[in-house]
């Protein structure tokens, strides 16, 4: 029998993105000013900070000085500078360059960026502070007592596909913690769990997601310049899809692009990952990326429900920041300056929690408070109906978000309700458009230059998982999806997951079945989001598996 490892902390932060670690950085600082002694323990599951961080990236750096008051602005290693930033309609032929911005839009002086260097870069800041910072440790179980969160658990390793233990078997380690940060990133699956327990969505609208696929190029000099940005509108996408594509200029002749697509859409057959590879062979992407190579690919989801879809973001011993929180503002698609600044806000709170010795549901209100009277309502709630205007087509959207524009977010309906993504896709007897298959007759047949099939995109992400352990897609009913998710909708993941997870196998007798290439998985948690009738549920795998993400 294994015994079970317990580690006692004063805060446990969990997730090494932009908002654990300025939580980590914050409560550090704010420890040292109070003459307070406590310690700080970030758990991360990927096998190094940043390697499962992606993010296009443009950044609001304004909270970097906020957050680290000591250090020169130019330490910091952002790429470029904004110094060009345009809206671009395309068409499949064409495209038109916007003579102004979009509401919420310009970019001027903000600064391109790999998100996972910046966290690099975090967490030596954190570490400098006396941050002890683990890396590749998966954390899949709340602890509990007395029907309160007392910290988290590490995942059981040494476990076969079928859930027996092998001669390696290792018992997770119990984390005991006076408050627990949950700082997962989009849909958090400890968070998911945390919400659904303690019913934190109640009365708030159901977060919608939206998936970006992104790739790394290297091109030759003067195809791009540093600073340079470009915002795509239009192609691939049609007047039921919200989404558009991003074109950012990077030092050393980098350039960062993708498409970055609402997961309400309803074509059962729609591919975000192949709707990129078309939208790269337009004239304006092509001539860009011409003479090019790829370097790196990387897949993720964000959560876009906006001020009304924000949970309650605290239980006794508790706080839920960043993504995880649903803190991105829409339409800039913005989210790495509120996950900073909810995570110093998480961190203020939890100082003066420690300092009273009151870390209960009414002490860590103040975080409410304190967010409430911050930065991030001040930029979410003017644009509180922004995303769910779009819920019935582009034209309805571009006339909601002209009324919000006049109200002040209001709009002339009062507030807008979301329904969550897993229900928008439509059965293939119920579709009445053109499958996506259909619509891009001749443009998927990638050329392995400047389109790629889903297979060589991965090999370019580092992702990795170890053989033996339990698949950590879970199929909730079998049966019964087999049943609805293959005959009625046709196996929809087999489109929806841009790292080919899912396959539809089909025999020489015609007996269908899903199988599962866990090994592929991005961990963008699309599957968790958009299977019909909320059908799969993503699990963290063992800790240091995933992607490796060197500079997305």
């Given at each position: 029998?294994?015994?079970?490892?317990?580690?006692?902390?004063?805060?446990?932060?969990?997730?090494?993105?932009?908002?654990?670690?300025?939580?980590?950085?914050?409560?550090?600082?704010?420890?040292?000013?109070?003459?307070?002694?406590?310690?700080?323990?970030?758990?991360?599951?990927?096998?190094?900070?940043?390697?499962?961080?992606?993010?296009?990236?443009?950044?609001?750096?304004?909270?970097?000085?906020?957050?680290?008051?000591?250090?020169?602005?130019?330490?910091?290693?952002?790429?470029?500078?904004?110094?060009?930033?345009?809206?671009?309609?395309?068409?499949?032929?064409?495209?038109?360059?916007?003579?102004?911005?979009?509401?919420?839009?310009?970019?001027?002086?903000?600064?391109?960026?790999?998100?996972?260097?910046?966290?690099?870069?975090?967490?030596?800041?954190?570490?400098?502070?006396?941050?002890?910072?683990?890396?590749?440790?998966?954390?899949?179980?709340?602890?509990?007592?007395?029907?309160?969160?007392?910290?988290?658990?590490?995942?059981?390793?040494?476990?076969?596909?079928?859930g027996h233990q092998l001669e390696n078997f290792q018992a997770g380690t119990r984390i005991e913690a006076k408050i627990t940060i949950f700082a997962?990133?989009?849909?958090?699956?400890?968070?998911?769990?945390?919400?659904?327990?303690?019913?934190?969505?109640?009365?708030?609208?159901?977060?919608?997601?939206?998936?970006?696929?992104?790739?790394?190029?290297?091109?030759?000099?003067?195809?791009?310049?540093?600073?340079?940005?470009?915002?795509?509108?239009?192609?691939?996408?049609?007047?039921?899809?919200?989404?558009?594509?991003?074109?950012?200029?990077?030092?050393?002749?980098?350039?960062?692009?993708?498409?970055?697509?609402?997961?309400?859409?309803?074509?059962?057959?729609?591919?975000?990952?192949?709707?990129?590879?078309?939208?790269?062979?337009?004239?304006?992407?092509?001539?860009?990326?011409?003479?090019?190579?790829?370097?790196?690919?990387?897949?993720?989801?964000?959560?876009?429900?906006?001020?009304?879809?924000?949970?309650?973001?605290?239980?006794?011993?508790?706080?839920?920041?960043?993504?995880?929180?649903?803190?991105?503002?829409?339409?800039?698609?913005?989210?790495?300056?509120?996950?900073?600044?909810?995570?110093?806000?998480?961190?203020?709170?939890?100082?003066?929690?420690?300092?009273?010795?009151?870390?209960?549901?009414?002490?860590?209100?103040?975080?409410?408070?304190?967010?409430?009277?911050?930065?991030?309502?001040?930029?979410?709630?003017?644009?509180?109906?922004?995303?769910?205007?779009?819920?019935?087509?582009?034209?309805?959207?571009?006339?909601?978000?002209?009324?919000?524009?006049?109200?002040?977010?209001?709009?002339?309906?009062?507030?807008?309700?979301?329904?969550?993504?897993?229900?928008?896709?439509?059965?293939?007897?119920?579709?009445?458009?053109?499958?996506?298959?259909?619509?891009?007759?001749?443009?998927?047949?990638?050329?392995?230059?400047?389109?790629?099939?889903?297979?060589?995109?991965?090999?370019?992400?580092?992702?990795?998982?170890?053989?033996?352990?339990?698949?950590?897609?879970?199929?909730?009913?079998?049966?019964?999806?087999?049943?609805?998710?293959?005959?009625?909708?046709?196996?929809?993941?087999?489109?929806?997951?841009?790292?080919?997870?899912?396959?539809?196998?089909?025999?020489?007798?015609?007996?269908?079945?899903?199988?599962?290439?866990?090994?592929?998985?991005?961990?963008?948690?699309?599957?968790?989001?958009?299977?019909?009738?909320?059908?799969?549920?993503?699990?963290?795998?063992?800790?240091?598996?995933?992607?490796?993400?060197?500079?997305?």
């Amino acid at each position: 029998m294994n015994n079970v490892d317990t580690v006692s902390t004063d805060v446990l932060i969990i997730g090494g993105g932009p908002s654990g670690l300025a939580a980590a950085i914050h409560l550090a600082d704010t420890f040292k000013q109070k003459g307070q002694n406590h310690r700080i323990l970030l758990i991360e599951k990927g096998s190094s900070i940043g390697a499962h961080i992606l993010s296009g990236a443009v950044i609001k750096p304004e909270v970097f000085k906020e957050l680290l008051p000591e250090v020169e602005f130019s330490e910091i290693p952002f790429n470029a500078k904004v110094v060009k930033d345009k809206t671009v309609l395309l068409s499949e032929n064409g495209h038109i360059t916007l003579p102004f911005h979009i509401p919420y839009m310009n970019n001027i002086g903000n600064y391109t960026a790999s998100l996972g260097q910046i966290c690099k870069y975090l967490a030596t800041k954190a570490e400098e502070k006396g941050v002890e910072i683990y890396t590749g440790f998966a954390v899949d179980e709340i602890l509990y007592k007395d029907g309160k969160v007392i910290g988290a658990k590490t995942k059981d390793t040494g476990i076969d596909h079928h859930g027996h233990q092998l001669e390696n078997f290792q018992a997770g380690t119990r984390i005991e913690a006076k408050i627990t940060i949950f700082a997962e990133g989009t849909r958090g699956s400890l968070t998911k769990m945390l919400i659904k327990k303690f019913e934190l969505d109640k009365d708030k609208n159901a977060q919608i997601y939206s998936l970006g696929c992104k790739e790394l190029w290297s091109v030759p000099q003067g195809n791009i310049e540093p600073g340079q940005i470009y915002h795509t509108m239009g192609y691939p996408l049609n007047n039921d899809e919200f989404g558009g594509g991003f074109i950012y200029g990077l030092n050393d002749n980098k350039v960062a692009i993708g498409i970055v697509v609402g997961l309400d859409y309803k074509d059962p057959s729609f591919d975000v990952h192949d709707a990129m590879q078309a939208w790269k062979t337009t004239g304006f992407v092509s001539k860009i990326l011409k003479g090019g190579k790829l370097v790196e690919y990387g897949a993720k989801t964000l959560p876009e429900g906006g001020y009304y879809s924000i949970p309650k973001l605290y239980v006794d011993n508790a706080m839920i920041v960043g993504d995880s929180a649903g803190l991105v503002v829409m339409p800039a698609l913005k989210g790495v300056h509120l996950a900073i600044k909810s995570g110093m806000l998480a961190a203020q709170t939890a100082s003066n929690a420690l300092l009273n010795n009151d870390t209960s549901e009414k002490s860590l209100q103040q975080y409410e408070t304190l967010l409430n009277n911050s930065s991030i309502r001040k930029e979410m709630y003017p644009v509180r109906n922004f995303r769910q205007g779009f819920a019935n087509g582009l034209i309805a959207g571009g006339f909601n978000f002209g009324t919000q524009l006049i109200t002040g977010g209001a709009g002339f309906f009062g507030r807008l309700k979301t329904h969550p993504d897993s229900q928008t896709t439509q059965k293939l007897s119920e579709y009445k458009g053109k499958l996506f298959k259909e619509r891009f007759k001749g443009k998927l047949e990638f050329d392995k230059v400047l389109t790629f099939d889903k297979a060589t995109d991965i090999y370019h992400s580092g992702v990795y998982h170890d053989e033996q352990q339990v698949v950590h897609l879970h199929i909730n009913n079998p049966e019964n999806y087999n049943a609805v998710n293959i005959e009625e909708y046709g196996a929809p993941e087999q489109f929806y997951c841009s790292s080919e997870v899912y396959e539809l196998h089909v025999n020489k007798d015609g007996h269908k079945e899903l199988r599962i290439h866990a090994e592929n998985c991005m961990h963008c948690r699309t599957c968790d989001i958009k299977a019909p009738g909320e059908g799969i549920t993503w699990v963290v795998p063992n800790g240091g598996n995933g992607p490796d993400f060197q500079n997305m």
